[in-house]
């Protein structure tokens, strides 16, 4: 059974960080790109980061460029988003998800299977 679990959100000010950890089983690590997406309160859920877990290749929207980074160990098949000088507007659920070779690698419609969410809240 293929599960993803995220940890790592919580509160935190505004120009604060948090690192949100992806923990994947149940499947060939490195043959998944592993996505970030983020759903904030009635706003359409937003792809923000993705990996290819293979080789590394990073992918960033133009939102959160400059201040994200995302980083896997294969040994603990586990992608991390280091997220620097976070924004109210970054506030959202943080989901991660796997896709197998995704060419649209921000559209959800290219990745089954999703972790359960991590809250994060950037207070001003």
């Known amino acids: 059974e293929v599960q993803l679990v995220e940890s790592g959100g919580g509160l935190v000010q505004a120009g604060g960080s948090l690192r949100l950890s992806c923990v994947g089983s149940?499947?060939?690590?490195?043959?998944?790109?592993i996505g970030w997406f983020r759903r904030a309160p009635g706003k359409e859920r937003e792809g923000v980061s993705c990996?290819?877990?293979?080789?590394?290749?990073?992918y960033y929207a133009d939102s959160v460029k400059g201040r994200f980074t995302i980083s896997r160990d294969n040994a603990k098949t586990t992608v991390y988003l280091q997220m620097n000088n976070l924004k109210p507007e970054d506030t959202a659920t943080y989901y991660c998800?796997?896709?197998?070779?995704?060419?649209?690698?921000?559209?959800?419609?290219?990745?089954?299977?999703w972790g359960q969410g991590t809250q994060v809240t950037v207070s001003s």
């Open positions: 998800a796997a896709g197998l070779n995704p060419v649209r690698i921000f559209s959800a419609y290219e990745y089954g299977y």
């Open positions: 149940g499947y060939s690590f490195d043959d998944y790109h």
């Open positions: 990996i290819d877990t293979f080789n590394g290749k990073a």
